[in-house]
Every structure is written in structure tokens, then in C-alpha cells.
């Protein structure tokens, strides 16, 4: 049962354009995720939030945020694409930042940039 | 850092057979082990984790996996494989004191019938 809700589902823009990606987690967790798959399936970690707190940002170009809410939702903000932006965009949660913390994914947002 | 190392890009097996997916991993201290599925248009979901105890641990589906300190190594096995088994496998490693996950590149498997 999906606990990991991710809008859109896709999306086809142009390079320059903004865009805005949602994910909202209903499993009461501390910890939320952006992660960023490529065509070969590799996963890149973006950014991590704690209790709203930003702990992990990897070196993303800035066009790319982070935006929180609350605890259940991080959105994620592109402010002008470029081609190597599309990719599968995967949001995903976990009960906190520990060490054994199990993740849940939501079913992603694929990004295509024209 | 820790590396995590997935040898396998692709696996092709029958259904019914037995596969072993292949993960090696690089770090020194405490280190916690997990393994996650991806199936065509989803999300990934986990499988089955390690930490400490028994080194063969069970997960969803009939998939277990063994630890084993001395090769570094945290490989993935199901005896008999199913057609719904086919998909990305990826191994995960954390570890260190900012907890941080570092996912292998993933196994692609496809189960044959």
C-alpha cells in the first residue's frame, strides 16, 4: 500500500522552464529524501531533510531546492532545466535519520526536459 | 568512505531456477546492510537488512541474504526464482557517524519462463 505519494506522475517541459515536484508521506516519519535516477538506473542522493532540518546536500547544481512544509512533505524545485535534467525524480521517507532506518519509496516523477 | 559494488549489471535466469545476486561492499567500521527491489515504474522497496546476529537473514518473498565479513560481502539469494521476480535489485550500505546510505548501481534481473 503506497504510503509515498509523488505528483506528478511525469512531466514534459522545455530547458529553461520552472518546475515543482511534490511528495507527501503519510507514515508519520522524520526523514524525508530526494533522490535522483538516471536512464541506467543509477541513484544519486540530492537532499535530505530531518524534522525540517536540511542535513544532507550534495553538490547539486543550484538551480535545484528543497522545499518543506512540515515533516510529511518535501517538495522539490527545479528553477530552470537543463536536458540533463531528465531523469526519474524518486522522494522517499524514513522513520528518522538512524542508522537502520528502512526507506520508503513513492513511485517517482519522470522528468523529461526538451 | 565506503564504496558498495554490485558485479552484475544484468542476470538472466529460468524460472525455477536459483539465482544469487552479488554485492561487495568497503568499510572498516559498523556498518548496516540492506538490500531493496525496484520493479518497472515503481519506487523501491526494501527486502531485507543486516546488521548484527545471524548472518543469514531472511526477507520478503522467499530472498535471504548472507553476510560475510571476511570477503566484504553481502549477497542476495532466493532458491527458486518466480516471473514477478524480475527487476532492479540494489544493495545499500550506511554506516559511519552521519548514518548517510550509499545504494549500489543495481542488478537487473530477468526471470525467464
Known amino acids: 500500500e503506497t504510503a509515498v505519494f509523488q505528483t506528478p506522475n511525469y512531466h514534459v517541459t522545455q530547458v529553461g522552464n520552472e518546475v515543482s515536484f511534490n511528495c507527501k508521506q503519510t507514515?508519520?516519519?522524520?526523514?524525508m529524501y530526494w533522490y535522483k535516477q538516471d536512464s541506467k538506473k543509477l541513484l544519486k542522493i540530492m537532499f535530505s531533510?530531518?524534522?525540517?532540518?536540511?542535513?544532507v546536500n550534495e553538490t547539486v547544481p543550484r538551480r535545484f531546492s528543497p522545499q518543506s512544509s512540515d515533516k510529511a512533505h518535501l517538495n522539490l524545485r527545479i528553477k530552470s532545466v537543463e536536458p540533463e535534467d531528465s531523469a526519474v525524480y524518486l522522494c522517499?521517507?524514513?522513520?528518522?535519520?538512524?542508522?537502520?532506518?528502512?526507506?520508503?519509496f513513492g513511485p517517482g516523477t519522470r522528468l523529461t526536459v526538451l | 568512505t565506503q564504496t558498495v559494488s554490485q558485479s552484475d549489471a544484468h542476470v538472466t535466469v529460468f524460472e525455477g531456477d536459483s539465482v544469487e545476486l552479488r554485492c561487495n561492499y568497503s568499510?572498516?567500521?559498523?556498518?548496516?546492510l540492506s538490500w531493496y527491489i525496484q520493479h518497472h515504474g515503481h519506487g523501491l522497496q526494501f527486502l531485507l537488512k543486516?546488521?548484527?546476529?545471524?548472518?543469514v537473514v531472511q526477507g520478503v518473498n522467499g530472498f535471504e541474504a548472507e553476510f560475510s565479513k571476511s570477503d566484504s560481502s553481502f549477497h542476495l539469494r532466493k532458491a527458486s526464482v518466480h516471473w514477478s521476480d524480475s527487476a532492479v535489485y540494489f544493495c545499500?550500505?550506511?554506516?559511519?557517524?552521519?548514518?548517510?546510505?550509499?545504494f549500489g548501481d543495481g542488478t537487473q534481473l530477468v526471470v525467464k519462463p
Open positions: 568499510y572498516g567500521g559498523s556498518i548496516y
Open positions: 531533510y530531518n524534522n525540517k532540518q536540511l542535513i
Open positions: 545499500a550500505v550506511s554506516a559511519g557517524s552521519n548514518n548517510r546510505i550509499f
Open positions: 507514515l508519520g516519519h522524520d526523514t
Open positions: 543486516y546488521y548484527s546476529g545471524n548472518p
Open positions: 522517499a521517507s524514513s522513520l528518522d535519520w538512524g542508522l537502520y532506518a528502512e526507506q520508503f
